[in-house]
């Protein structure tokens, strides 16, 4: 055995001859542990030692106590951050605004008044999330964007998109929700930066951005995204779907016209 273990036999023998006598701390360490057990295991070496002060009646320098601690492996839970805690601090930032929309949903110059949110797509037991920002005027999507999280890139990213689509006016607003992303101070100072316009809709009204939500059963219908098997296929689906609802989905109310189509007899009639 000595030799599998790489040990002398005379240091074998004498380790067993010691092996059953206490360590020379011990008794600190029952101390130590009987405090931390009543703790619930949450006391660190500062409470330990006004404990062992105040209900022991014994003084122990703090290095002692923590290496009493690592060497009987009397681990101290952490407690975790609350993230929702986390969420509202930082939501003190943020900002609500006035419902300037105030469901006129009735327009007619394309690019003028714009609906925003952001949706859930599950597949394959996961989620992806979908932001749309929408025309309101010719019902024409002017920005979207998918990913596997709800970062604030999600939106940004599709501000920035919208920017690339579309020629904005002075008098551009842009409706949304007041979620936390559109509340977001990043959010707001971009959206003036491109000197857009801001409203919101009341708390707890989701018919204020009626058209947003109106587009997001419609494409809730006709995609099949919960049997795509891989993020990348449901983004090329939901890609063909944009598409196809801008540039060949014809609509009643739209005078028979795709979106795209009705946009730009908008703009001719505005001429």
């Not at 000595?2 to 092996?19: D, F, M, N, P, T």
């Not at 008098?171 to 003036?192: A, R």
């Not at 989701?206 to 939500?213: R, S």
Request: glycine share 2%; hydrophobic share 35%; net charge positive.
């Amino acid at each position: 055995m000595c030799e599998i273990a790489k040990v002398s036999r005379s240091g074998y023998y004498q380790w067993l001859k010691h092996s059953d006598e206490k360590e020379w701390d011990y008794d600190d360490y029952l101390l130590i542990k009987e405090i931390f057990d009543k703790g619930k295991r949450k006391y660190g070496w500062r409470t330990i030692q006004m404990k062992l002060l105040s209900d022991k009646k014994t003084i122990m320098n703090h290095k002692k106590i923590i290496r009493i601690k690592k060497k009987y492996h009397l681990f101290t839970k952490i407690r975790r951050i609350n993230p929702y805690k986390a969420i509202m601090k930082k939501s003190l930032e943020h900002r609500t605004c006035e419902n300037k929309l105030d469901r006129n949903f009735k327009q007619n110059i394309p690019f003028k008044i714009l609906s925003t949110d952001i949706t859930y797509l599950p597949f394959n037991h996961r989620f992806a999330y979908l932001s749309v920002i929408k025309d309101i005027a010719s019902r024409e999507v002017v920005g979207w964007n998918i990913a596997r999280h709800l970062e604030m890139d999600l939106v940004m990213d599709t501000v920035e998109n919208m920017k690339n689509n579309i020629a904005l006016s002075p008098d551009t607003m842009i409706h949304s929700d007041q979620g936390f992303h559109y509340t977001n101070p990043l959010y707001i100072e971009k959206i003036k930066d491109l000197k857009i316009d801001q409203s919101m809709s009341r708390k707890g009204n989701c018919i204020d951005n009626a058209p947003i939500e109106s587009f997001f059963g419609h494409l809730k219908d006709d995609v099949d995204y919960k049997n795509c098997k891989t993020f990348e296929e449901l983004r090329l689906q939901i890609e063909e779907y944009m598409k196809y609802y801008n540039n060949d989905r014809q609509q009643w109310d739209l005078k028979k016209m795709t979106p795209v189509e009705y946009r730009n007899h908008l703009l001719e009639t505005v001429r």
